[in-house]
């Protein structure tokens, strides 16, 4: 858009970097500096968005929504966070709660899981079972396939034996005991930025 | 409002009595106590009385500035001697019904003098509880969402021990270095602990708490509100007239006896003022004292508590995910309502961060007008309105 | 415990609710018989009762420092002091100078480059890249 502007302005010739081929047929003596100041100012001047200046067509009087190019300030509470008998619900415009797209925004995990509610109580003594007699074979996630339900629920249904945890907690100390001092301090470094997140 | 001593506070404060004889001869007889002066001002007039005298001599008459020395704390007439204090009181614009004998009072801690008859103890108590009652009903109306933990972290940056003492600094009052009877009344007086001396000996104030001896047990937060400080801490008691207080205590029982003093010399209305003018005005951002662990599960059991659609967490922007430095922005969503969104390195983070976003926005809910209970005391005021009460916290 | 509180505490904003004034003593020293101290000694006999009247928050001292030139010095509240010499000068020279130190802050002077600086934050907050409508150029 800029180079149209300036093209109109002026005729093309004179602005010989706009035309490769005939700024380098030109001579070497005649080539001028590219990045001189006033083009550089000519170039960044762009017009104010259009939302910035008067409209034409609308003389009626209404708040013009036109948020910040920055994230959203902690202390504006959500609409749907305010109290029914709070007058700030009645205030909000449309503009501001209007996500368009919504919807159409992709989510961050693969597929939002949805509950079946389909295991009954004898499952759940299956799980169970299954779980503290074979716990090697009967790990979480298998658990969790068998049954179609997630290694959450698993988790949550029962818990794994005392000799199992033990196990567990021997490999762990196996592969962090092959770690070196690089990838130690790289994962303790991982757990306190994770601590900060909830800090924000 | 908790230790509220109505008899104790009223008579030792406002008829203060004078030293008797029996108190000063009892400190002659247990022993001459000669204290190098803090006070340049004074060294002058106390240079002549500092030699020692010989334990077996008769008991002679004193002069007054050898008087003095036997006193732990400045005699009261002293205070219309010293400039120090009339500076401070003309610093801080107490109100002239304050008098300056009674500002002298506050600056002597208990480990200073023990007679409750000249010390700040009472002044103190009184003020500490004006004071914890002024900030707590800011919060509670100004966010009455704000978590329990929050709300105890929020009282402890705007009068916990640690505020007072830089508030002390900020007056410009200067510690003596040993307190006692020649001791400019302008300085703040204690005795200092002795190094090395192990803080955490403190004995807990009888509560009702059951098992009090078990101190490995689990303090969970409703316990907290009903046997606790308003910190949230366990109230202790330090023997200070032994041990000696910390720079820190002192200040912070100063500047209490002071917000006492004004309270019962000035009335309540100049007392709310100088809280607000010195306590509400000072700089606290209350988004800095959230630390949560699981943000995510705590949105999502407010919303499910709250009958809204469950959140769910959408990618708003990203710069290209497969470079070394990526940054997502996620929104958080329930319905078609965004509740926060949070910028981040990985999905996890940016997701993470805006639960966090989503919850200080709850939390931090704020009534358009609000008006405190206190504000209904003055005369003429209008009748209370119930102010927006919240269910509480997420709890999981 | 879902959320846990930080312990901070609360950063003072002098002149906001409360004004402390940062000078706290000033220290006049003077010469009984140098003629340096002629508008010293004038400066303490006929000025310095109203100017300690009009700022009672200021602890005044006033001592003699023979065979020396007269010196003005300010305590401040953060711990630093300003002195100043004022040899030879008269007394409407010295009100200056004394009103001066009463003014400071105590601070080293530095150059102020911002008009405003606040503990704030800004209403607009700080600009992000990926927030914002993206404008075509």
């Known amino acids: ?200 | 409002m908790k230790r509220l001593q109505l008899l104790r506070w009223s008579s030792s404060a406002l008829s203060p009595g004078f030293r008797t004889g029996s108190r000063l001869q009892r400190n002659v007889y247990a022993g001459l106590r000669h204290q190098s002066s803090a006070s340049p001002a004074l060294q002058a007039e106390n240079e002549s009385v500092t030699e020692e005298q010989p334990p077996g001599q008769p008991i002679r008459k004193l002069s007054p500035e050898e008087q003095r020395l036997h006193l732990p704390s400045p005699p009261i007439k002293a205070a219309r001697e010293s400039a120090k204090l009339a500076a401070l009181h003309g610093r801080l614009y107490l109100p002239s019904r304050l008098p300056l004998e009674t500002l002298a009072r506050t600056l002597v801690d208990p480990s200073a003098d023990p007679n409750p008859n000249f010390n700040n103890e009472s002044l103190a108590i009184l003020g500490h509880d004006l004071m914890t009652y002024y900030t707590s009903e800011h919060l509670l109306c100004t966010y009455p969402r704000l978590p329990l933990t929050v709300v105890f972290a929020a009282m402890f940056a705007y009068v916990g021990p640690k505020t007072l003492a830089a508030m002390t600094r900020e007056w410009g009052v200067e510690y003596a270095a040993a307190p006692g009877g020649e001791v400019d009344p302008g300085l703040l007086q204690f005795k200092r602990m002795a190094p090395g001396t192990n803080l955490n000996t403190d004995t807990a104030i009888s509560t009702t708490r059951p098992n009090p001896d078990r101190k490995s047990w689990r303090h969970s937060l409703s316990s907290r509100i009903v046997y606790d400080d308003e910190f949230g801490d366990i109230t202790t008691e330090s023997n200070t007239a032994v041990r000696g207080a910390t720079p820190d205590q002192a200040s912070a029982s100063f500047v209490r006896a002071v917000m006492g003093a004004i309270y019962l010399h000035a009335g309540r209305p100049a007392a709310k003022r100088f809280f607000e003018q010195h306590f509400l005005s000072r700089h606290l951002n209350i988004t800095e004292l959230f630390n949560f662990s699981q943000p995510a599960r705590d949105l999502s059991r407010l919303c499910a508590r709250e009958d809204f659609e469950p959140p769910v967490a959408r990618i708003i922007s990203e710069t290209g995910r497969k470079s070394r430095h990526p940054v997502f922005v996620v929104g958080i969503f329930s319905g078609k309502d965004k509740l926060g969104e949070g910028a981040g390195g990985s999905l996890m983070e940016a997701r993470s961060k805006a639960a966090v976003a989503a919850l200080k926005g709850w939390y931090l809910y704020s009534p358009l007008e609000v008006r405190v209970p206190s504000s209904t005391e003055e005369n003429g005021a209008a009748p209370w309105k119930p102010v927006h009460v919240d269910l509480g916290e997420v709890i999981v | 415990m879902p959320v846990q509180g930080i312990r901070t505490v609360s950063a003072a904003r002098n002149g906001v609710g409360a004004f402390i004034l940062q000078c706290k003593r000033i220290d006049f020293h003077y010469c009984d018989w140098a003629g340096s101290s002629r508008g010293m000694v004038g400066y303490l006999k006929h000025r310095l009762e109203s100017f300690a009247k009009e700022n009672p928050q200021i602890e005044i001292r006033v001592s003699p420092r023979p065979q020396k030139h007269p010196v003005v010095k300010g305590h401040y509240i953060n711990g630093r002091e300003k002195a100043i010499c004022v040899r030879n000068l008269d007394l409407q020279q010295i009100a200056q100078k004394v009103n001066l130190l009463k003014e400071a802050s105590g601070e080293k002077l530095k150059r102020t480059k911002k008009p405003v600086t606040s503990m704030n934050e800004s209403v607009r907050g700080i600009w992000s890249p990926y927030h914002g409508g993206l404008k075509t150029v």
């Open chain 1, 1 to 200: 858009m800029v180079t149209a502007i300036s093209s109109l302005k002026r005729p093309f010739l004179a602005l010989p970097f706009l035309l490769p081929s005939l700024s380098e047929c030109a001579a070497f003596e005649f080539r001028r500096n590219q990045s001189s100041y006033r083009r550089t100012k000519q170039r960044l001047r762009v017009k104010p968005d259009a939302s910035f200046g008067p409209s034409l067509n609308q003389f009626e009087d209404h708040i013009i929504y036109n948020p910040p190019s920055s994230t959203p300030s902690i202390y504006h509470t959500p609409t749907k966070f305010l109290p029914p008998d709070d007058i700030r619900r009645s205030l909000s415009t449309d503009a501001s709660k209007n996500q368009d797209n919504t919807d159409g925004l992709p989510t961050v995990f693969k597929k939002p899981a949805e509950k079946k509610y389909h295991l009954t109580p004898s499952d759940i003594e299956e799980i169970r079972r299954l779980r503290l007699n074979d716990p090697m074979t009967w790990s979480r996630w298998k658990l969790a396939k068998r049954f179609d339900c997630s290694p959450m629920f698993i988790g949550m249904v029962c818990e794994a034996s005392p000799e199992k945890k033990e196990i567990q907690k021997q490999v762990l100390e196996a592969v962090q005991s092959r770690w070196g001092r690089k990838r130690r301090m790289a994962r303790e470094d991982r757990q306190l930025r994770k601590e900060n997140w909830g800090r924000d």
